[in-house]
T-cell receptor, first 112, second 115 residues
Framework: GQQLNQSPQSMFIQEGEDVSMNCTSS?????WLWYKQDPGEGPVLLIA?????ELTSNGRLTAQFGITRKDSFLNISASIPSDVGIYFC????????????FGGGTRLMVKP | GAVVSQHPSWVICKSGTSVKIECRSL??????MFWYRQFPKQSLMLMAT?????????EQGVEKDKFLINHASLTLSTLTVTSAHPEDSSFYIC???????????FGPGTRLTVT
């Protein structure tokens, strides 16, 4: 199936650093979602964005829905070891079966 | 929060046998459930959309006779991998869409290993 372009593919950072990752698409979505997946687990929803330009925070996480509706970014501030995992963006076009299109994932590694 | 369970969490089977994976929405009803497959270090790929009371919709390239889906109730969908082969070894994840809120919740996944 179609995938979104998510970057970077992986990041290895020092604890306390800020992290930024983004997703871009050639087509528009009316919902952007960010998930975290721990090894051997299913994805867990972190942030949902429903409106172009929307900026939403969840603790140390901040995500924005791009104005063009074709991109989104996720920032993690002051990273901690438990932030380790794979982060996926997903775009959704409500009404078109409401199916999710996933990005390729960003593998985050945090060095204590 | 809404919970989706999967059973089993992992399974090992021999080539040629069939394996059934269950996906249940525990505290909400779902007319639609989705089945994904995830290979190591890759993203989730949608296999099929499971619709309660009707036939599943399969994505291009997914064999419906090999991956049988049954969505017999508003809280249960099953995926049966028939005549499994080693290349079917993967992490299978379901998600369920709350029929009231339309939010989609993911299960914890099932790791299938075919020997």
């Amino acid at each position: 199936g179609q995938q979104l372009n998510q970057s970077p593919q992986s990041m290895f950072i020092q604890e306390g650093e800020d992290v930024s990752m983004n997703c871009t698409s050639s087509s528009i979505f009316n919902t952007w979602l960010w998930y975290k997946q721990d090894p051997g687990e299913g994805p867990v929803l972190l942030i949902a964005l429903y409106k172009a330009g929307e900026l939403t925070s969840n603790g140390r996480l901040t995500a924005q829905f791009g104005i063009t509706r074709k991109d989104s970014f996720l920032n993690i501030s002051a990273s901690i070891p438990s932030d380790v995992g794979i982060y996926f963006c997903a775009g959704q076009l409500r009404g078109a079966g409401n199916m999710l299109t996933f990005g390729g994932g960003t593998r985050l590694m945090v060095k204590p | 929060g809404a919970v989706v369970s999967q059973h089993p969490s992992w399974v090992i089977c021999k080539s040629g046998t069939s394996v059934k994976i269950e996906c249940r929405s525990l505290d909400f009803q779902a007319t639609t459930m989705f089945w994904y497959r995830q290979f190591p270090k890759q993203s989730l790929m949608l296999m099929a959309t499971s619709n309660e009371g009707s036939k599943a919709t399969y994505e291009q390239g997914v064999e419906k006779d090999k991956f049988l889906i049954n969505h017999a109730s508003l809280t249960l969908s099953t995926l049966t991998v028939t005549s499994a082969h080693p290349e079917d070894s993967s992490f299978y994840i379901c998600s369920a869409r709350d029929l009231v809120s339309y939010e989609q919740y993911f299960g914890p996944g099932t790791r299938l290993t075919v020997t």
